[in-house]
């Protein structure tokens, strides 16, 4: 019984990362962004003591026990955070989600006009502003931060490498 | 002693060689690439127990078997991000491209506002199926119809302002 409640502590962990999300989010009205790093921390806590607590039991490697119970709840957490994310910076969805609540259908003039491509890349400068990503420094806009150029630029080689083109 | 880890890694490996070789003949949807990598682990892990290279009880196959999938699924969000550029990611490519100068606002605006990003993203979701454009209307099909109710109950529950 031990064992298996190892294998689902990744899944229980990020149930516990979408509690806390959600409490931080709605209890106590954090920003978005802080209240998913709060409840990656909790859950991260969670499987901390999951995977501490089966060292008595586990059959596996202590190395291999910690990739395997980490590396699942990391990446079901990306996951998660992506759903998120989704809802909150893709086109595609913004569209779907403007024509369910147009009653399923509407005009394409009317679809373009509803969300023009000025207020689109203000959007994004403003996300990518309070993210501290980029800067306005003289009416230039620079690079603040380089992380999410390196983010952009292995998109850009994997694109290469599927022959889809770089840039 | 990281025997399964590395079991895990070549099928992995696996499955994105296929991938990549498959992609350039003919583009895969994002549902093939899941099946594919799920052929590749189980290819391999059967092989694997057969020779006897493997040797795991079921708790730890199902949690070797957890790991894979949630690596996978976190490969396939990162593949339709390779799929279709991210317009943010197109804007801090152009920035950094400028240099240390940075790039003039207006300039920035210019480039991107030619470039009709959400006429494009309709044209791609009606290749996706979701929706479909007749008679200069735009529709959600079925498929499109269970997205955006997922969505709208999603940012509804979690607390999500419309982005875009």
């Known amino acids: ?167 | 002693m990281m025997k399964n880890i590395a079991f895990l890694a070549l099928a992995l490996a696996g499955g994105f060689i296929f991938q990549v070789v498959w992609w350039r003949i003919r583009r895969p949807s994002i549902s093939s690439v899941l099946f594919l990598f799920a052929l590749a682990f189980i290819g391999l892990s059967m092989t694997g127990l057969c020779l006897g290279i493997l040797n795991l009880g079921p708790a730890d196959y199902v949690r070797l078997t957890l790991l894979y999938i949630s690596v996978t699924l976190s490969y396939a969000i990162l593949c339709s991000a390779v799929e279709v550029r991210s317009p943010t990611l197109g804007i801090i490519t152009y920035i950094a491209d400028r240099g240390r100068c940075g790039c003039p606002e207006r300039e920035l605006m210019q480039h991107f506002l030619a470039q009709g990003a959400l006429a494009d993203r309709i044209e791609l979701m009606e290749v996706g199926g979701l929706v479909r454009i007749v008679e200069r209307n735009c529709a959600l099909t079925n498929k499109g119809l269970l997205f955006a109710n997922l969505f709208e109950f999603a940012a509804q529950f979690f607390d999500l302002p419309k982005g875009g």
């Open chain 1, 1 to 167: 019984m031990a064992r298996w409640l190892l294998v689902a502590s990744p899944m229980l962990a990020l149930a516990i990362n979408c509690a806390f999300y959600l409490l931080l989010r709605r209890a106590f009205a954090w920003r978005i962004g802080t209240s998913i790093l709060g409840g990656l921390c909790f859950g991260f806590a969670a499987i901390v003591g999951f995977v501490l607590d089966s060292l008595d039991y586990a059959n596996v490697a202590f190395a291999e026990l910690m990739i395997c119970q980490f590396g699942t709840y990391l990446t079901l957490s990306f996951c998660f955070w992506t759903f998120l994310n989704l809802n909150i910076t893709s086109l595609r969805i913004r569209v779907i989600r403007e024509l369910l609540q147009a009653g399923g259908a509407i005009a394409v003039v009317e679809l373009l006009a509803s969300y023009s491509d000025a207020e689109r890349l203000q959007r994004r400068l403003a996300r990518l502003l309070n993210g501290r990503q980029i800067e306005l420094v003289d009416g230039n806009w620079r690079l603040r931060s380089s992380l999410i150029l390196i983010i952009a630029r292995c998109i850009d080689v994997n694109r290469t490498i599927m022959g889809l083109g770089g840039g």
